[in-house]
């Protein structure tokens, strides 16, 4: 096993760089003949990504490191049911396409922070454009960035500061050019991504079969059904080592769903490759996007559920899988992807290595291009120089690209991703603050009733609730709630609140509270600014409907069987 990469390795990395790069140039060329650089059509591509290129985008942003390693990883640990952040991402984005983009599209909203500016008043929306900010740049931006520095130097051996800096390098050459060469390279993008992780998981399905004498890889996967059966159940028992991660029917009918919309329906990062669009080709690009993210557990789960049976079986193949699982002398599942890369032959493994360039580009151009939409419209535009004119708008994006990567790579270091794990770092600091966030979108679209003072606090309580409900264990016994699965003992004996749980019950207080404060503001006079909301909004066209029933038809195929 090598960690390094053949000369043909980097021959048909070579060719992936020049496809994307030439790509993106002809793109950003065709555009600036087409336009006078507007700055939504910088910021938003607005009205020129069709449906299939909003889809990609989507996935190609959302997928990263993140997934391959840190969910390859979950997959060796705890199996399938890792895939529920995949498979229900598939129903939210229904949700979203039916339910909230007809919202932003119908009352012209481009950025997250303009809608609480609309529907509440400029201070929650200055407070919330300020916390995306700190967000994107300290937590998503940063682990992004050294997590995938960190994947790229274990598997080809390059010195860990050259491929950060080339990673964003690249991200900045694709992102300096606009929502729309990022919206088209992401197409090629997600080509790759999906080709070379199709390839790591051939390869480790294709070990499994020769090292248990099967007929091919269709075999193997029955084989790894039978020889992990516990690794293939989507609902974990509460006795599962792994309930506090995945906290048993939570994941259907819970918590989940908060991560999700949250997620996907308002998050600048990624409903603003869809707020460009009209309705009709929006929608479509989300339902595409659905049918994506049911494939991804292909890519980024099953590699780790085989790598476990390989690790079982100790050598394989002359392979030593035990001993490669080890880092600082303990057992590591993040490195089951890495090590199944590693064994990949010359050639493919270039392949495997442009997927995974590919996913951590794709992800920091759309994560830096939302870092500056938030920064240019929301704070410079409306508080720094409200008399901007287009073009100065661009130049002042580009230079807040710039700056935001540079931040990102002197920070990342200092901030302990490599102990925490890139997946677990995201999701313990955006967890504190989406249930109170999403509840006070959700009331801000469908309750005309909703006021600022109520958005305040899902804001503030919100946040106040998770830190509560995150240490309450160590101030008091929880165990009294073990009877009804609200809380199980961790590795230490203490009885916690499961994750999602903990998610569910802040979220439920957010909307409680919040409708509480709007009915005494209303009734003290207080009128709040609700949105445009009719109920023709929200009505698909029959071709839409097919997909959506398809999808949910699939999605309770997999929880049936898998269950």
Known sequence: MSNQLA????????????????????VYRKKKQASVSASHDYFLAEGSLTWWAIGASLIASNISAEQ?????????KIGLAI????????????????????????????TMPQFLNQRYNGTVAMIMAVFWLLLYVVVNLTSILFLGALAVSTISGINFWVCMSMLALFALVIALGGMKVIGYTDVIQVFFLILGGLATTYLA??????????????????????????????????????????????????GMWIVNLNYWGCNQYITQRALGADLKTARSGLLFAGFLKLLMPIIVVIPGIAAYILHKEGVVGGVDFQAQMIEHGEMNPDRAYPVLLNLLPAGLKGLAFAALTAAIVASLAGKINSISTIFTLDIYKK??????????????????????MILAIIISPFLGIDKKGGFQFIQEYTGFVSPGIFAMFLLGFFWKKTTSSAALFATIGGFIFSVLL??????????????????????????????????????????IGMYIISKIETAKGVQPHGLEVDTKMFKVNSGFMVGALIICGILVALYTLFY
């Open 7 to 26: 000369l043909s390795d980097y021959i048909v990395f070579a060719i992936y760089f020049l496809i994307v790069a030439s790509y993106g140039y002809w």
């Open 68 to 76: 391959f390693i840190g969910m390859s990883g979950s997959g060796f």
């Open 83 to 110: 895939s529920t952040y995949e498979w229900m991402a598939a129903a939210t984005l229904v949700i979203v396409a039916v339910f909230f983009m007809p919202v932003y599209l119908k009352n012209k909203i481009y």
């Open 205 to 254: 399905l294709s070990m499994v079969a020769d090292h248990f004498k099967l007929d091919g890889v269709m075999s193997a996967l029955s084989t790894l059904k039978t020889k992990a059966d516990d690794h293939f159940h989507m609902i974990l028992k509460r006795d599962n080592p792994n309930y506090l991660d995945l906290p048993g029917l939570t994941v259907l009918l819970g």
């Open 383 to 404: 508080r720094i120089n409200a008399n901007a004119s287009e073009k100065q708008l661009v130049g002042i994006g580009r230079v807040a690209i710039v700056v935001a």
């Open 470 to 511: 995150k240490f309450l264990p160590g101030v008091m016994n929880l165990e009294f709630l073990s009877p009804i699965g609200f809380s199980v003992p961790n590795a230490t004996g203490v009885y916690e609140i499961p994750f999602l749980d903990r998610m569910g019950i802040v979220f439920a207080l957010c909307i």
